[in-house]
């Protein structure tokens, strides 16, 4: 059962506001959210994380409704730069008490001019 | 170092051949994430070690892969008698924390790995 589910591809312009939902019905109490950017050729970068309500950067927005079921990552004003794959995360425990990253396939967000 | 540092950046190999790949992770992180990346796909995890001790190497596809972090800084993953299906990138990171909450992790470029 896939811990998170989010949409597989994105368009969007340059200048506009970009919203990029994340389901995890099976969020657990302790679990924080967390969404990585990629960009080819590099490894993921971390953007914004969260625990509830919401939560802003310099970066992007997290956006978390009470039931945390769900989470929004709200990137404003893209650019072409930031075109790349964005990837949410919900903690998983790994053997030993550490939290572990489990990445899934990521929304693909393409930026156009 | 500023970041994760991660070699080499590529490396083709003929399959049946051995390889090592290094990271040095930034100074003082106690979490280190090896990571198994195909093209297209996201990012699965491999092992994980806190400081030099391995405590989840359940995503090693096989006995073929072995990782290493024997002084809790550098660590090596060794892939012994290569298969093309290993071509892939392979990802370290590393991250300050090693309990449960959040975590941000650091991610190097990756070490292109390719089996011909």
């Known amino acids: 059962l896939a811990k998170t589910t989010q949409p597989i591809s994105m368009d969007s312009y340059e200048g506009q506001e970009v919203n990029i939902t994340c389901s995890h019905n099976n969020i657990a109490t302790n679990d924080y959210i967390t969404w990585y950017q990629q960009f080819p050729s590099q490894g993921p970068r971390f953007i914004i994380q969260g625990y509830k309500t919401k939560v802003t950067n310099e970066v992007a927005s997290l956006f978390i409704p009470a039931d945390r079921k769900s989470s929004t990552l709200s990137l404003p004003r893209v650019s072409l730069s930031d075109t790349a794959v964005y990837y949410c995360?919900?903690?998983?425990?790994?053997?030993?008490?550490?939290?572990?990253?489990?990445f899934g396939a990521g929304t693909r967000l393409a930026v156009h001019p | 170092g500023a970041g994760v540092s991660q070699s080499p950046r590529y490396k083709v190999a003929k399959r049946g051949q051995d390889v090592a790949l290094r990271c040095d992770p930034i100074s003082g992180h106690v979490s280190l994430f090896w990571y198994q990346q195909a093209l297209g796909q996201g990012p699965e995890f491999l092992t994980y070690?806190?400081?030099?001790?391995?405590?989840?190497k359940s995503g090693l596809p096989s006995d073929r892969f072995f990782a290493e972090r024997p002084e809790g800084s550098v660590s090596t993953l060794k892939i012994q008698r290569t298969q093309q299906e290993d071509s892939a990138v392979y990802l370290c990171a590393s991250s300050f924390q090693a309990g449960q909450g959040g975590t941000e992790a650091f991610f190097g470029q990756g070490t292109r790995l390719t089996v011909v």
């Open positions: 070690f806190q400081n030099e001790a391995q405590l989840d």
């Open positions: 995360l919900v903690g998983d425990i790994g053997a030993g008490g550490y939290n572990k990253l489990i």
